[in-house]
Structures are given as C-alpha cells and as structure tokens.
C-alpha cells in the first residue's frame, strides 16, 4: 500500500452497543483484549467502536468518536508499573492502561532482582497477575520503548504516559582493572542466577578460594548469601538450573562484603544480616575494633538502625553459646565484613589474564550518623581474591532523547511524578526517585503518581478529546516487525515453566532464551 493512502483500523471502547459508521470495513475485530483467549469472556460485553485512520506521523478520529474513558500507557511492568496501574484502575472506573515491556514477560525485578530463596516477597506477583486480567489492563511485552516505538508516538496515542522502566544499568566503579575477567556488576550476577535472558551467557568462574563483595547494602548480602548457600538448599527453588550447576562447583569458602564508611552506615537491612548470621555451614567475620566505642551510642539510634547495630555488636563482641559455638567451628565457609575501605583498584594475575585480587584505600569518616562521608587516610591494603562483585548500586538510563533526564542523579526530573516541562507526562519507581528502598517504598510512591496524574486529568490540564490507545500503536509497531507478547501469551510461557520445574521439585524452570520463547507461542 502506498504511504500516502489512508489506513483504516478500529478501536474499542467498553460501552453501549453503538453500530460503526456506515461503510465502514474493519480489517481486524475489536481489541487485542477481545481476540485476547485469556479474556474471552469480553466478547460477551457490549461495546462500541470508534473508527480511526492513521497516516505516518498523523493520527486522526473520525467526526463520529464519541466520548471514552481515560487511554494511559504505562512503560515497564515491575513492581512501579503494576502499582500505579492498580491506582489508576482503582480511582478511575473508566480508565485503560496498557503496560509496554521490552521482556517476553512481565514483573521486572520481582521475577529478575528478588533472590531465589526468598519466595515470599516473590507472592506480590499474585497481586499483579489479577490487574493484568483486568478488562481494563493489557500487557504489551517485547516492546522496546525508545527503539520500536517513541515516546512521542506514545503521547500521541494516549492521554498520559507514566514512565516506570526501573535502573537497567549499574554504577560503575571506574577504577584500574574494572574491565578484567572475573570482575562482574551483582546486577549482572543477580540476573544470571535469577534467569534475566541479558545475562544467561555469563559464566562465573566459581573455581577461586575468594570473593570480594564492594558495597553493603541487600543485593551485597543477597550475592554472599547465594554464593555461600549449600547447593542442596537452592535445588527447590526458582533459581536456574544452569547457575545451579556453576554453584555445585563453586571452590569459593570466603566472602568479604566491603563498605567505604562504619557499622553505622550500612545499607543492609537486619533480615538479610540476620540469615548471612544463620545461614547453615558458614560462620561470620568481623573485627571487634570496628565496634569501639558503639555500645554507647547506640541509645540514640532510630529503632531500625539500633537493632541492627545491636545484632552487629553482639555477632562481633560477644561470645557464642556453645550450640552456635559448635556450628561455627565445623563451618566450612566464612564470611565477614569490612570496613572503611574503599576500592582503589583491582589487581591482575602475573599473566594479566584474570583477577587475582583488590587494592583498597583506608578511609575514615567525616561528620556523624547516616551521613558521615569517607575520606581517604593514604594507607592501602591488597586483599586476594579471585572474584569481584561490584554492588555500589543500580542506575537508570535515558529512554528516550526527547525525555528529560538527570544523568548525574540517574532520574527523570520531575515533581511528584509530572515530569518537568512535558504535561502528560509521568514516571513512577527507581527512575523517579533514584534505586534506593523496598518493594513497599515503591507502592507508596506509585500510588502517588498515580494521584497526580489523576488530579490533572480532573483539573482538565490532560487532552479531552478521545485518544486511539494501542489501535494505533499497534499498527506502528506491526509497520515495524515487532512482534508483541500479550498477558495469556505469558501464562502459557508460565505454565512451560512451572511444568519444566515440576520434575524437579521446583516451582519453575525459567525460561532463559527469547527465540525458544517466541518459538513456544509459534512466532
């Protein structure tokens, strides 16, 4: 068909059965939700369609488009995504949202960043799963905002667009000898065991004595809990049978976590400090010099902050019982904690062709509490090792070059969630904020983008007239041979996984390769 001749497609509304506008000839029947099977069950609803005819570069409804509820596009379909959907859905009885991922499937790091021996934080998916199968809430995987479609093309299409695509990225140390074999970012090492498609080709090489950890925060503890878990603990979990076999081989029996500044200051949360203390065939490392002079200072700690310290005293100071005495004597593995060092550079082997160990500069603190800054003191130390994780902390990228971005803060500049300067325009997560606290910390602050987008859509500072919504972006992106995956496309691919695992014992055996995905849903 030429390109300046009209194409003419449909689009759906949930509404009194209206019939189309005289001669009028769909080439396909209703929405991608109708022909949807998971949401067969909408075909028994009555609705109304609205011809549109899209141009390249121009979107047009026809005079006979009558009123409709609120099109919002949401771009990433972790934990910020799906909460601000559950808002907006929630407060606006005629909203639809349709969630664009660039995975085959859905939940970013719920399924991608929570450790495998954590189940339970995992149940949130459950949650999200009945918001996908909302009517009024579609799932558009396999879609790279940014490469496959613009975000201007998407503020065309709707009345709003919330950003909530998370920190792909992680903070580089930018240090001599970062880029050496056997250096590796714990996002990447945490994708690898938890089945990120990205990272299945990393290969650790298990087979040193030592591992470094920099940074001490959760995803610190998570890789030094996972590195030094007996294997036979992980086998009934989701974590994939291929960083399974590369534990069962792994020679590594000491971790270090190493943090820049004190006990006072760490990032790390007393559950996760409390399982490293428990965890089954190892025993704890840590210098009760480190610890002079805190016992006094911990009355005036926050609560959370003086029972972690506390826990940290006791595991440094205090003799064991000699139940947990006999444990930790018959522990085959070590791990421990160090402070006030900060990598300066990592060292290679005689033949330059691997890690063989780290350079740390000796800091002290300036200034007090939580916001205490390391200084260097001059002194160094070389501590061996044969492996290093660089957990200093994950990073957004710019998604698009017409949207604004901080990339000193890693953010999306913005005021409660509006973008600065781009009406209709949103974000919610890590790229609102910055990669810093929970699962919980994201809902609340989902919750309110939500409520600002649903403000100015009140307010009328949002388009009024009717917006096409994905009828048009599907044609773009079918104009580009992209192929997007649907919420029942992912429940098949789902229920592969749970079926592969099954045999096991295990909940699931991820899926690791798009093409075997596409593949499995006969692309």
């Not at 998370?166 to 714990?186: C, K, W, Y």
């Not at 800091?363 to 130390?381: C, H, I, N, Q, S």
């Not at 093409?515 to 849903?521: A, D, H, I, K, N």
């Amino acid at each position: 068909m030429a390109p300046r001749c009209w194409r003419w497609w449909h689009w759906s509304a949930w509404r009194r059965t209206r019939p189309p506008p005289a001669g009028s000839t769909p080439i396909f029947g209703g929405s991608d939700e109708v022909r949807d099977p998971a949401n067969a069950r909408a075909l028994g609803k009555k609705r109304r369609r609205v011809q549109i005819r899209v141009k390249p570069g121009k979107l047009q409804l026809l005079p006979e488009a009558a009123e409709q509820g609120p099109q919002i596009c949401v771009v990433g379909s972790g934990p910020a995504g799906f909460y601000t959907t559950q808002h907006l859905l929630k407060h606006h009885p005629r909203a639809h949202v349709d969630i664009y991922e660039k995975q085959l499937v859905p939940f970013g790091l719920v399924r991608f960043g929570v450790a495998p021996d954590h189940p339970e934080v995992k149940n949130v998916i459950n949650t999200f799963t009945q918001t996908a199968r909302s009517d009024r809430c579609a799932f558009r995987g396999n879609v790279v905002v940014g490469r496959d479609v613009a975000v201007s093309e998407l503020q065309a299409a709707y009345h709003a667009v919330v950003l909530s695509y998370g920190a792909e990225d992680h903070q580089a140390l930018e240090i001599p000898g970062e880029e050496l074999p056997g250096v590796f970012s714990a996002r990447a090492f945490v994708g690898w065991y938890n089945g990120l498609p990205e990272n299945r080709e990393l290969a650790p090489d298990l087979s040193c004595d030592t591992a470094v950890i920099l940074g001490q925060g959760n995803v610190a503890l998570d890789v030094a809990r996972i590195l030094l878990t007996p294997p036979g603990h992980l086998e009934k979990t989701d974590i994939t049978e291929a960083a399974l076999g590369v534990l069962r081989q792994s020679r590594v029996k000491t971790v270090w976590i190493v943090g820049r500044r004190g006990p006072l200051q760490v990032a790390f949360t007393i559950k996760e400090l409390r399982e490293m203390i428990q965890l089954p065939g190892t025993r704890p490392m840590l210098d009760p010099a480190d610890f002079l002079g805190l016992q006094d200072r911990t009355k005036e700690l926050p609560r959370q902050r003086k029972r972690l310290t506390e826990l940290l005293l006791r595991t440094a100071t205090e003799k064991p019982g000699a139940e947990e005495a006999a444990r930790q004597a018959s522990a085959a593995r070590t791990w421990g904690l160090r402070f006030f060092r900060s990598p300066q550079q990592v060292l290679p082997s005689p033949d330059g062709r691997r890690v063989a160990g780290i350079r740390l500069a000796v800091t002290r603190l300036e200034g007090v509490g939580e916001a205490a800054r390391a200084a260097p003191t001059g002194d160094t130390e070389d501590l061996p090792c044969g492996l290093v994780l660089s957990s200093v902390g994950y990073k957004s990228r710019p998604i698009d070059p017409n949207v604004p971005f901080d990339p000193k803060l890693g953010v999306i500049p913005n005021m409660e969630g509006r973008v600065l300067g781009v009406p209709g325009l949103y974000c919610s997560g890590w790229v609102k904020r910055g990669p810093t606290g929970v699962i919980a910390t994201t809902m609340t602050d989902s919750f309110l983008t939500g409520q600002m987008l649903l403000q100015d859509l009140k307010a009328g500072l949002l388009p009024s007239g009717p917006r096409p919504g994905y009828a048009a972006i599907e044609a773009l992106l079918s104009s580009r041979g992209v192929q997007p995956v649907s919420f029942s496309d992912w429940e098949k691919l789902d229920a592969e996984e749970v079926s592969r695992g099954k045999g096991a014992g295990k909940p699931r055996e991820k899926l690791l390769d798009p093409q075997e995905m596409l593949r499995l849903l006969g692309r």
